[in-house]
């Protein structure tokens, strides 16, 4: 009996050992358990704190996207500009045109002064486009010389110009007779010459900075309607002051 009661007594400590052990094994596994949940805690709040510091919003990068934005709808005067400390849309969006007020301006301009059939004005893809109808109103025949009378619409085009930073791009266009004169031997002579001449004339006597404006003759290349009645050349017979848009701008830079 005293065998049997030590084997007994031995067998009792062994299960008393194990289930210490045991209660041991949990006891560490649930410590480690709680350290990874504490480190995965601490990434989360580590990336939330990235997350929020990539949302805060610039003022510079909110206005160039909605430039950019613009740009693809062929105008920059439609954004709708949010509170910005007080500045404007123009000098928001770096002093651009209210281009369809420009429009509705010179549209008053033009039948105050009953000049509908020599002085047009509409926007396009390019921007606001005033177009001067050349023939024997502003030129002579076969010249690029400026008549008095088309100064006189340069003034007044001058003075839009004046209000914003928009680039001007001037494009001169023939009908499709051709012309060879020792001075102009083809169409993209003349129609490049009464352009240039219109750049001289905004920079010399109207004070428009010279950075902004360009020139350009695209001969019978570019006619608004086809050549085929004396009515339609003498409408492609013309000079267009193109007072560009953003995506005109940038290509022009480029």
Known sequence: MPQAAKTAGR???SKFRKRGDEQKIETAGMMRWLLTYADMITLMLALFIILFSMSTISRVKV???ARS???GFDNVWSVNQPPNGGLNGAKAAGGTANVPAVEKQFQRYIIKNKLQSRVQVHIDHRGLVITLL???SYYNSGSARLRPQTKVILNEVSKFLRKNNNLVRVEGNTD????RTVKYPSNWDLSTARAVNVVKYLVKDDGIN???LSAAGYGKYHPRVPNTTAAN???NRRVDIVLLNADASRAERT
């Open 69 to 71: 934005v613009s740009g």
């Open 11 to 13: 067998a009792a400590e």
């Open 176 to 179: 499709n007779v051709p012309i």
């Open 134 to 136: 050349s023939d024997k």
């Open 233 to 235: 050349r003498q409408e």
């Open 63 to 65: 206005q160039n996207f």
């Open 210 to 212: 010279p950075v902004r």
